[in-house]
């Protein structure tokens, strides 16, 4: 039931005393004519609400979430302890530097940290996910070369297995997307990127992932970033999976000029069921004088802001997601530059693990001999012989208290499940999980019907789609 | 060092062994030595959860809390009811990802559809999205959702909050739109100026209504001069606390309203997360970015929620999308319902009227003090002008703990009151500021 | 599939029916049924000029858009509005639910099949 119909008039909570000046009235013409309808509840109503809402939901928390690109890490309490700092929650943004000391040397300790892990030079915290930072790496790119009076080099070379964000931010950027295929490895084509990049002084750079969608590290990487700077172009790091390789490879010395990471993946901050994120962008020193915001510098132990002297401008109001950052920097803490290694290593491990006794009875997208933070599943025959799609394993597993894998993507593979169970799962869950998918593969093959009819045991099952985008109902209506 | 891996030593080397490997390196030793990395991260050594609270709280401890605070300029302090900080700290809601999965993300869903609804009732406007970063890419999404094929041309009122006005900048770096900025006159947009700039590839005019100093702006007439070029959009960036006591950006005749959620029950948390809303009229809802649930139903004729409209989005659209957002900000947008669910329509009636009671009260008793106050109708921030040194003001008032407002430079301050600043609070810190020479 | 008789069909699985310097354009039953429930239609306004092989419009799934091309070029008289409110019209008679009218036909694409050469081309598409 939603709020709005569990709600009386005359009931609400005691939050305030009464007004103690007087009551000033406000021009006629401008007070609101209409009625407002939020929800009138007593405390212990709205408390059962929410713990209802609670109860139809699933966070890590709640089971294994091995949703591929996601990194859905476990998400450490002592996270959320340090974030509830009323030294942190209660700070204005716009108060005297001198007493915000504390804020910026959390700035600049997860700057620091962010770039040694990466091999940049410069780190903006201001980006607030990772969409936001994609766009600011483009128009980091876009302004250098705009000063160096390459006006023309619009075009922004995306591979086919990029996430979707890659190409709507380069349009975002004002920017041309140029496709190129993958090689039968689902990897860069290197002889086609050559044929598009060669003289081409219409290139603003590439946008890349690495290792890649299907968990694959381009063994031709500083080839891939030769080209483009070849050709005068600049390379940009998605950071999405940068979970299978810190402490092993840094995007730095793969050759690329800037990179976004996602805070909430990589650096164990919650998702929160979508947001709020964290989108930090690093770059090499050429690009340092164009980034966006202001950054905290340290001398003799005092800090200050700082500001790039070409900046783009603004990507939003103020530090970005500043309490994400204070997360970020309690985990980097916590695991330190042993902690960091060791997680990519056993990420890596679980990942090659499950995909290892998967391939007994699933097909391995590209077949890979070992794989990094993530793998790709073909569901593809078991649809030809048996009718049974990604999307019915899918549902299947949501019956069995585990969240699927990221489905139909990469979009190169037709019935993709795209697997990441991330280092925080033990080698329990993780044959436990294991089971439980060999067991749908035996169900898709004896009763596939049950497969078409999962999920069962879901608070609501599938849900009809079709209706609700022709005939949208975005709010509830008041009587 | 801390850890979070539950593997031991021994049960990392068994899997190895069922996987053919026999150490862990050995999984890294196909990427190529020419981009392997050799040696040690340089990061301090890693630390037990009690030495890392330790050490976070003696960070935390150098920031200066103020006890009163009398600035706003973009984020305020409210109280926030119990109720807000206890859902929010559910470890399900917290840990989930973006309900891609509705048959097992019902709650998260409508979290989202009860918020759209109250953001709705609120602006008066006919769809609501799942919420974007804050109040500034709000406004840079808005504007990139009214590009027309030709119109290319976006009006922004000059008092606007300025940090907003900067990220309408690079949004428009990015993008190329025209930006041109309507100039201010006596405090607010200048209607003549607007008029004499609308041609016919202007494609949105943008106000922030109360302004950037809480003036109340022409809103009315700035919304009939938008419609008078045909496809123009008016968008109207409002505080929500607002729309408590004063007219909708519909009744004020807005396309899109937007604005920074944060008031809702966020803490200033040193500039975030907060959270941007962007609502729409009907026409105009395939226009609207990010996430958009809607209502359905279930195989078994159920009631239930999902992720709809996604074709505006880029995971199908790319590089056809006008937006390449793809979250929202969920946990916050739970926060504003809980926020609104807690206070009711009669307690935000309460807040907005407290809020600009107190701001009344107190510019009057700084009018006394010999300030000029150079609003006409203002809601809860106005700006002082004197010849007393702002930074001495604000300084007497620190060593008291009190916060005071945003100097503007030339001897003007913007103030800003809550329901947080008692009487007495404004009391001395106007009796502090008197003693100012 | 339901052919249309009158119509001539782009490679792209759209249909015209040319008449003098009018032109009816609408999108094949073998598209409709490929491309799945449509949700939503995204049409051009009357007035607005098209060009033979350039998209005038998307049509758009709950996981999928395609762009729409157009097999003349002229100046759109009409548009369907009945499929902004009900574009399933189109998967339950795809023949019927034209999208555009189109006057002063100037040009047509140069790759338009009659009936039974499309269903050829789409049995070898399947």
């Known amino acids: 039931m939603l709020i709005f119909e569990k709600s009386r008039p005359g009931r609400g909570i005691s939050a305030l005393p009464k007004c103690d000046v007087d009551v000033y009235t406000l021009p006629e013409d401008d007070m609101r004519e209409s009625d407002l309808h939020l929800p009138e509840m007593a405390e212990v109503d709205l408390s059962r609400h929410y713990t209802e809402l609670a109860k139809k939901a699933h966070g890590v928390n709640d089971g294994f979430y091995p949703l591929g690109s996601c990194t859905m890490k476990y998400n450490p309490r002592v996270n959320e302890r340090t974030a509830s700092f009323e030294g942190f929650t209660q700070i204005h943004p716009l108060q005297p530097v001198d007493t915000v000391q504390g804020c910026l040397q959390v700035l600049k300790e997860t700057e620091d940290a962010l770039a040694a892990i990466t091999g940049m030079s410069n780190f903006t915290l201001q980006p607030a996910a990772g969409a936001h930072g994609e766009f600011t790496g483009l128009l980091l790119i876009k302004a250098y070369h705009l000063a160096n009076g390459d006006t023309q080099r619009r075009k922004i070379i995306v591979p086919d297995s990029a996430h979707g ?171 330190g530059k042993e902690g960091i290694p060791e997680a990519s290593k056993n990420a890596v491990l679980n990942a090659n693990y499950m995909m290892k ?86 169900l898709a093959y004896s009763d596939p019907e049950k497969l078409h009819q999962a999920p069962v045991k879901t608070p609501v099952t599938r849900l009809d789609e079709v209706g609700a985008a022709r005939h949208p109902v975005l709010k509830y209506e008041f009587e | ?219 009315a007439q700035i919304g009939e001069i938008a419609h008078s070029v045909k ?98 900000q969920a946990l916050c947008a739970l926060t504003v319902g809980v926020y609104l669910a807690s206070m009711g329509s009669e307690g935000l009636k309460e807040v907005a009227t407290q809020c600009y009671s107190k701001a009344h009260y107190m510019a009057a008793e700084l009018s006394r003090a010999g300030f000029d106050i150079e609003n006409e109708e203002f809601f809860h921030e106005f700006v002082t002008k004197s010849d007393k040194d702002a930074d001495a003001i604000m ?17 003007r301050i913007l103030w800003c009151c809550t329901e947080m600043n008692s009487k007495a609070d404004i009391d001395e810190a106007v009796a502090i500021i008197k003693e100012v020479q | 599939m339901e052919l249309k008789n009158d119509a001539l069909y782009m490679k792209s699985h759209e249909w015209v029916v040319i008449d003098g310097d009018t032109a009816t354009v609408g999108i094949s039953d073998f598209a409709q049924s490929e491309l799945g429930d449509l949700v939503f239609v995204n049409l051009p306004e009357p007035g607005d000029e098209v060009t033979a092989g350039e998209t ?27 499929l902004l409110d009900a574009p399933e019209l189109i998967n339950e008679n795809a023949n019927d639910a034209w999208f555009i009218k189109v006057e002063n036909v100037t040009e047509q694409a140069d790759d338009l099949m009659a009936p039974e050469e499309y269903e050829a081309f789409c049995a070898e598409e399947e």
């Open chain 2, 395 to 411: 300084k007497a008032l620190a060593e008291k703990g009190i916060l005071g407002g945003l100097p503007l430079g030339d001897g």
């Open chain 2, 1 to 219: 060092m801390g850890t979070f891996v539950p593997n031991t030593k021994a049960q990392q080397q068994e899997m190895l062994q069922e996987i053919g490997y026999e150490k862990l390196d050995d999984l890294f030793a196909h990427i190529p030595d020419a981009v392997k990395f050799e040696g040690e991260l340089d990061l301090p050594a890693g630390m037990s959860e009690m030495e890392v609270s330790k050490d976070m709280k003696k960070i935390a401890a150098k920031n200066k809390i103020f006890s009163s605070i009398f600035r706003g300029a973009g984020a305020y302090r409210h109280y926030i009811p119990a109720m807000v900080q206890h859902v929010t700290s559910n470890e399900t809601l917290q840990t989930a990802y973006t309900p891609y999965q509705a048959e097992i993300s019902q709650g998260v869903l409508q979290s989202i559809f009860e918020y759209q609804t109250m953001i709705c009732d609120l602006t008066g406007m006919d769809v609501s999205n799942a919420s974007v970063y804050d109040g500034g890419t709000a406004a840079g999404e808005a504007i990139a959702a009214c590009r027309g094929r030709k119109a290319k041309k976006a009006l922004v009122s000059a008092t606007i909050q300025p940090s907003v006005m900067k990220v309408i900048e690079t949004y428009c770096f990015g993008n190329e739109m025209e930006l041109v900025v309507i100039p201010e006159k006596d405090g607010v947009t200048d209607v003549d100026a607007l008029q004499s700039l609308m041609t016919d590839d202007t494609c949105c005019v943008l106000i922030q209504h109360p302004n950037y100093y809480g003036s109340l702006e022409p809103a």
């Open chain 1, 357 to 442: 006794k998967l391939s007994a009875v699933y097909d391995i997208a590209f077949k890979p001999e070992v794989c990094m933070h993530e793998f790709v599943m073909d569901i593809g025959r078991q649809a030809k012989e048996t009718g049974v799609t990604a999307m019915d394993i899918a549902k299947g597993l949501l019956d069995n208290g585990i969240h699927p894998p990221t489905m139909y993507f990469p979009l190169t593979v037709h019935e993709a499940l795209m697997a990441e169970p991330c280092e925080t799962e033990s080698k329990e869950t993780l044959d436990w999980a294991i089971d439980v998918f060999i067991a749908l593969n035996d």
């Open chain 3, 56 to 82: 005038f419009a998307d049509v758009e799934s709950v996981k999928a858009v395609s762009d729409i091309y157009s097999p003349v070029s002229g100046v759109i008289a009409e548009i369907n509005e009945e």
């Open chain 1, 165 to 335: 964000t890659n190409p709507a931010s380069a349009v975002m950027a004002g920017m041309e997307v140029i496709n190129v295929d993958s090689d039968e490895m689902g990897l860069v084509d290197v002889e086609k990127l050559r044929e598009v990049c060669d003289g081409n002084d219409e290139i603003a750079g590439l946008m890349l992932t690495n290792p890649n969608t299907a968990g694959l590290f381009d063994p031709n990487i500083k080839e891939i970033t030769d080209i483009i700077h070849a050709c005068g172009g600049q390379c940009y790091y998605d950071g999405a999976n940068l979970n299978a390789v810190m402490g092993w490879a840094r995007p730095g010395d793969m050759g690329f000029d800037c990179v976004h990471l996602n805070l909430h993946k990589t650096f164990s901050t919650p998702h929160g069921g979508g947001g709020p994120g964290s989108g930090p962008v690093g770059c090499k020193e050429h690009l340092a004088k164009f980034m966006p915001g202001v950054y905290a510098v340290e001398k003799d132990g005092a800090y200050d802001f700082a500001k790039a002297e070409a900046s783009l401008g603004e990507m939003k109001c103020f530090y970005g997601n500043f309490l994400v950052a204070v997360k970020a920097l309690t985990y980097i803490k916590m695991l």
């Open chain 2, 231 to 328: 496809n123009c959009r008016y968008i109207m960036s409002v505080n929500p606390i607002t729309l408590g006591t004063m007219k909708t950006p519909r009744e004020y005749g807005a396309d899109f309203a937007i604005g920074e959620g944060q008031p809702l029950g966020m803490a200033p948390a040193f500039g975030g997360p907060y959270l941007g809303f962007m609502a729409s009229i009907d026409a105009l809802k395939r226009n609207l970015p990010g996430r958009i649930v809607g209502q359905t139903t279930d195989h078994n004729g159920k009631t239930g929620y999902v992720l709809t409209l996604q074709a505006r989005e880029q995971h199908i659209r790319r590089e056809k999308a006008s937006s390449n957002i793809c979250s929202n």
